[in-house]
Each structure stands twice: as structure tokens, then as C-alpha cells.
């Protein structure tokens, strides 16, 4: 990976860090889009100590919030002229419903819409890069979505509900943009990393739930194999010329039905594009 540069999104936690360690000790040049910046640098540190590399490399990047996805492009792009990894993990589930400043759910906003302006962003870097790769962190729980295309702040909220619809949307997206760009020389991959003990579910599991939560996560894998799946898709020279798949244990295994849906792929496209319209948020179009 010694000539590869590679974004991943929350990269000061779980599986995003681990998966940043590895490929920095496999030579890459790392680039974290944490949000928190004093949570980012402490895991710089850790990742740069650990990795023994100063290739690594933070900029701060808020999913929920388009303008901060915005500078952190700008930002990126004054410093790096090639993208060769674009690595989609950010993600959260939140117990109570809470909008962003533009007015849409966090959960969908945070794990699909943000990541889908930030790959938008940077298509023209990937492009320019290529052969490249996106990776879309998905999870299981999308076989348990049911995206409402009219109802996507879910008047009636349950926080598994909107997470597992937020991964449904993540794999519905892989399908869709690496049709789009087929041939581009860009492959795009979704994965579930397992299931995996880190910090999430921190903020989407209800009190009285949180006992059970604790004593299901002891079976939990660690995030040495979390992160395997990730980090195979981003530097395996296996998988190439592999696109618009699903991994699960570095392996292509079928999605849900519903996921292969090409009406619902083609619609989540649109109303992300048109969401971002609706705020006047300007993004580039990619329609081949
Ligand atoms: N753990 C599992 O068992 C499991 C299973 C299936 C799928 N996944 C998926 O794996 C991915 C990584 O999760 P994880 O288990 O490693 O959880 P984690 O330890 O909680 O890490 C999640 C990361 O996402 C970041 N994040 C949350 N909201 C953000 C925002 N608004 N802007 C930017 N970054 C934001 C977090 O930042 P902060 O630290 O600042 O909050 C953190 O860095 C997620 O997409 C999750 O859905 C996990």
C-alpha cells in the first residue's frame, strides 16, 4: 500500500482506527475524518505509535453537517492531489430521534447522506486516482430495513429501526453508484464487519437495555477481526476488478432482496441528490 492514499471516516473508534493502524503499517498514507478533533488526535497518537508511521494524517469532518464535509474536502484536496481508498465507516445509532441543523434524521443523515456528499466530493480525486476503491461499511441489520422513501425522518421513530434502514440505504447505494461507474475504473464494495465490540451503540440502546447490551457484546469479536473485512477490501489485489458486491468475512455473500431493488436504488440516489438541492447545498453531479 506504499503508494496508496486512503480516507477513512471515524477513524478515532472501533473498527475505522484498527482498520487506519493496519493499513498505515502496511505503508499507506492514512487520512482520518474524525469529527471531534481532540478525540482524532489522541487516536493520531495511538495510530502513529502503534503503526510506526507518520504517514497518518487528521482532518475534521462532521457527517451530520455538509458545510464541515465541504472544508474538509477543501482541505483535503489543497494538501493531496491522488485518493486511492475511500473508506465509508463512520456510523451510529441513536435511541432518541434528533434532527440535523438541515432538518433531516441523524441516523440517515450521519450513516448515508453525509458519506454520499462526502464520495461525491471527492469523485473527481478518485477518478483522477484511479484504479481506486469506495468501501461502504453496511451491517446486517440492513435485512432488517425497510426504507420509506416518504417518510425518511420515520415519524414513527424506534432507533434500530432507522439504523438498520440507514445500512439498507448504504448497500442500496454501493449497487447504485458502482453501476454509475462502471468502467470508471473505480470499484465500490459494501461490508458487514461482524459483530463487533467497540463503542458503538454507546448512544442507541435504551436504558434498561443497556445490561443485556453490555453482556451480549461479550460475544463479541475484538476489533483485530472486526476489521479484517475492510481492510481485504481496501488492499487485496484479489478483488481488484470486483464491484457492487456485499462482503461478509471477506467473502461476497447476497444482500437482502430488497437491496437488489433497482427502482429503489435509482430513487435513494435521486432524493440524496435532491435532499442536498433542497438545503441549496451545491454538489457535483456524476450521472454517467
Ligand atoms: N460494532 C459492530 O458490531 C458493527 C456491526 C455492524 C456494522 N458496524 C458498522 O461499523 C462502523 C463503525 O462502527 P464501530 O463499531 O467501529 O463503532 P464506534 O466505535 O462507535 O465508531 C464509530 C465512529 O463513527 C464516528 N461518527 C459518529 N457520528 C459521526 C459524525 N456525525 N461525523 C463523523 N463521524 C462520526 C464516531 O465518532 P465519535 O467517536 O466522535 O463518536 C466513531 O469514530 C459503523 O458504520 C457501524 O454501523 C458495526
Given at each position: 500500500?506504499?503508494?496508496?492514499?486512503?480516507?477513512?471516516?471515524?477513524?478515532?473508534?472501533?473498527?475505522g482506527?484498527?482498520?487506519?493502524?493496519?493499513?498505515?503499517?502496511?505503508?499507506?498514507?492514512?487520512?482520518?475524518?474524525?469529527?471531534?478533533?481532540?478525540?482524532?488526535?489522541?487516536?493520531?497518537?495511538?495510530?502513529?505509535?502503534?503503526?510506526?508511521?507518520?504517514?497518518?494524517?487528521?482532518?475534521?469532518?462532521?457527517?451530520?453537517?455538509?458545510?464541515?464535509?465541504?472544508q474538509?474536502?477543501?482541505?483535503?484536496?489543497?494538501?493531496?492531489?491522488?485518493?486511492?481508498v475511500?473508506?465509508?465507516?463512520?456510523?451510529?445509532?441513536?435511541?432518541k430521534k434528533?434532527?440535523?441543523?438541515?432538518?433531516?434524521?441523524?441516523?440517515?443523515?450521519?450513516?448515508?447522506?453525509?458519506?454520499?456528499?462526502?464520495?461525491?466530493?471527492?469523485?473527481?480525486?478518485?477518478?483522477?486516482?484511479?484504479?481506486?476503491?469506495?468501501?461502504?461499511?453496511?451491517?446486517?441489520?440492513?435485512?432488517?430495513?425497510?426504507?420509506?422513501?416518504?417518510?425518511?425522518?420515520?415519524?414513527?421513530?424506534?432507533?434500530?429501526?432507522?439504523?438498520?434502514?440507514?445500512?439498507?440505504?448504504?448497500?442500496?447505494?454501493?449497487?447504485?453508484?458502482?453501476?454509475?461507474?462502471?468502467?470508471s475504473?473505480?470499484?465500490?464494495?459494501?461490508l458487514?464487519?461482524?459483530?463487533?465490540?467497540?463503542?458503538?451503540?454507546?448512544?442507541?440502546?435504551?436504558?434498561?437495555?443497556?445490561?443485556?447490551?453490555?453482556f451480549?457484546?461479550?460475544?463479541?469479536?475484538?476489533?483485530?477481526?472486526?476489521?479484517?473485512?475492510?481492510?481485504?477490501?481496501?488492499?487485496?489485489?484479489?478483488?481488484?476488478?470486483?464491484?457492487g458486491?456485499?462482503?461478509?468475512?471477506?467473502?461476497?455473500?447476497?444482500s437482502?432482496?430488497?437491496?437488489?431493488?433497482?427502482?429503489?436504488?435509482?430513487?435513494?440516489?435521486?432524493?440524496?441528490?435532491?435532499?442536498?438541492?433542497?438545503?441549496?447545498?451545491?454538489?457535483?453531479?456524476?450521472?454517467?
Amino acid at each position: 500500500m506504499d503508494d496508496k492514499i486512503v480516507v477513512i471516516t471515524g477513524a478515532n473508534s472501533g473498527i475505522g482506527k484498527e482498520t487506519a493502524k493496519v493499513l498505515a503499517q502496511m505503508g499507506a498514507t492514512v487520512v482520518m475524518m474524525c469529527r471531534s478533533r481532540e478525540r482524532g488526535e489522541e487516536a493520531l497518537q495511538e495510530i502513529k505509535e502503534k503503526s510506526h508511521s507518520e504517514k497518518v494524517d487528521l482532518i475534521i469532518a462532521d457527517l451530520e453537517d455538509p458545510e464541515s464535509i465541504k472544508q474538509a474536502v477543501d482541505r483535503f484536496k489543497v494538501k493531496y492531489d491522488k485518493l486511492h481508498v475511500l473508506i465509508n465507516n463512520a456510523g451510529l445509532m441513536l435511541n432518541k430521534k434528533k434532527l440535523t441543523t438541515l432538518g433531516y434524521e441523524k441516523t440517515f443523515a450521519i450513516n448515508h447522506l453525509g458519506h454520499f456528499l462526502l464520495t461525491k466530493l471527492l469523485l473527481d480525486l478518485l477518478l483522477k486516482s484511479a484504479p481506486a476503491r469506495i468501501i461502504n461499511v453496511s451491517s446486517e441489520a440492513h435485512r432488517y430495513g425497510n426504507l420509506k422513501f416518504e417518510d425518511i425522518n420515520m415519524k414513527k421513530y424506534k432507533g434500530f429501526r432507522a439504523y438498520s434502514n440507514s445500512k439498507l440505504a448504504n448497500i442500496l447505494y454501493t449497487y447504485e453508484i458502482a453501476r454509475r461507474l462502471e468502467d470508471s475504473g473505480i470499484t465500490v464494495n459494501a461490508l458487514h464487519p461482524g459483530f463487533v465490540r467497540t463503542n458503538f451503540g454507546n448512544q442507541g440502546v435504551r436504558k434498561y437495555l443497556k445490561p443485556f447490551f453490555k453482556f451480549i457484546t461479550l460475544f463479541a469479536i475484538n476489533v483485530k477481526k472486526g476489521a479484517k473485512t475492510s481492510i481485504y477490501l481496501a488492499s487485496s489485489p484479489e478483488i481488484e476488478n470486483i464491484t457492487g458486491e456485499y462482503f461478509v468475512k471477506s467473502k461476497s455473500v447476497k444482500s437482502s432482496k430488497i437491496s437488489y431493488d433497482i427502482e429503489s436504488q435509482k430513487k435513494l440516489w435521486e432524493l440524496s441528490e435532491s435532499l442536498f438541492e433542497e438545503a441549496e447545498i451545491e454538489i457535483i453531479k456524476y450521472t454517467t
